[in-house]
């Protein structure tokens, strides 16, 4: 399937309209399948058909219903931090999409590519310090993740990994595009029906947010320079074209962004985890070439002079770390967990 091709069904998915014309109505027989599988899957699970795995640490999920697009990088890597500030040892448990194949788990360091361990992983672990590993069997990472000291786990992107059990589910949901047509994939954007939000702990919605749900919001942005990191105030491109690189699930946004900032945007989508080389970045003149966080990872080693990052800080309010927390056990003088000996920890937020 062509970009565009996968661009336009993408779009399409947010327009019910869409599904009687070409060839969407071919589509709607895999997505009931789809969705009657999805179901049967969730089902054997929760009835204990199916084998499922406890660990002896916390683990918190976060994920989404939906395709990508949702924020759950930047709010894992605000989650990793507020658990490290507050005296945790998390560790973030990753499939590592796109990550060559080799011996798993994996962890992650500094010598690895994001050829090596996926774009997302190696993101997480620059930014926040913390351990990451990488492998599809999320108990197995998990395990070999307490074995080097990790006292709470982080799941990212494992809503529908269910093999492995959780004490605490975040589901991130767009706020602009919430559920689109409301189908599932192929002709909608669901991996999971909107019912599932209700067995979830907390709701977080990359925008504005409904009754019962946690805004997240972006702030602070400032553009970094690839090559030395050197920080720019956005005001210091404001006016000026830019080449804007987006390998990330709904690219439109970063674009939008850019021109909220005051740039003028010429775009370059890119398939989600898609794989960057060097001349990519040469577009034969001497503007600004401005990238996601998940593509500066991938660029670095080779990005010449005008590449930059766009860097932001994640905000949510007090009360939703009070609640997590809390939940977690921590915002209590000790925490037990099944086979977890007390841990110490502060005794409020």
């Keep these: 399937m062509s970009g565009l091709t996968r661009r336009l069904i993408e779009r399409s998915w947010q327009r019910r309209w869409c599904l009687w014309l070409p060839p969407f109505p071919l589509l709607l027989a895999p997505a009931a399948l789809f969705g009657a599988t999805v179901a049967l899957r969730r089902g054997l699970y929760r009835r204990s058909l199916l084998p499922r795995t406890r660990l002896p640490v916390p683990v918190i999920v976060v994920g989404n219903i939906g395709v990508g697009g949702n924020g759950k990088t930047p709010f ?9 500030d507050r005296g945790y040892r998390p560790a973030v448990l990753s499939r590592g999409y796109g990550a060559r194949k080799g011996p798993r788990p994996l962890r992650v360091d500094a010598s690895l590519s994001a050829d090596d361990c996926g774009d997302e992983p190696l993101l997480i672990h620059q930014s926040t310090g913390a351990p990451v590993y990488v492998d599809a069997n999320r108990a197995r990472a998990g395990r ?53 939000l209700a067995a979830a702990d907390f709701v977080v919605v990359k925008g504005e947010g409904k009754a019962g749900e946690t805004t997240m919001q972006f702030v602070n942005f400032r553009l970094r320079r690839l090559g030395n990191g050197a920080l720019f105030e956005p005001a210091t491109f404001a006016g000026r074209t830019v080449h804007a690189i987006a390998g990330i699930a709904a690219p439109g ?5 850019l021109r909220r900032l005051g740039m003028t945007v010429i775009e370059h989508p890119q398939p989600d985890h898609a794989a960057l080389r060097a001349q990519m970045l040469d577009f034969g003149d001497d503007l600004a070439v401005v990238m996601t966080g998940k593509d500066a990872v991938k ?16 905000r949510l309010d007090d009360a939703f770390a009070a609640r997590l927390l809390e939940k977690l056990g921590r915002g209590q003088k000790t925490a037990r967990h099944p086979g977890l000996s007390a841990v110490q920890g502060p005794a409020g937020v």
């Design 253 to 257: 946004g970063f674009f939008d962004q």
């Design 144 to 196: 070999r993740a307490i074995a080097d000291g990790a006292d709470v786990l982080v799941c990212d992107d494992g809503l529908q990994h269910y093999r492995l059990r959780r004490d605490i589910e975040i589901v991130l949901v767009d706020g602009q595009r919430r559920f689109g047509n409301g189908l599932p994939l192929p002709a909608g954007p669901l991996r999971e029906p909107r019912s599932r």
């Design 76 to 84: 894992t890597q605000w989650l990793v931090q507020l658990l490290q």
């Design 299 to 314: 660029c670095r080693p080779f990005a010449h002079s005008r590449c930059y990052a766009l860097d932001f800080d994640v």
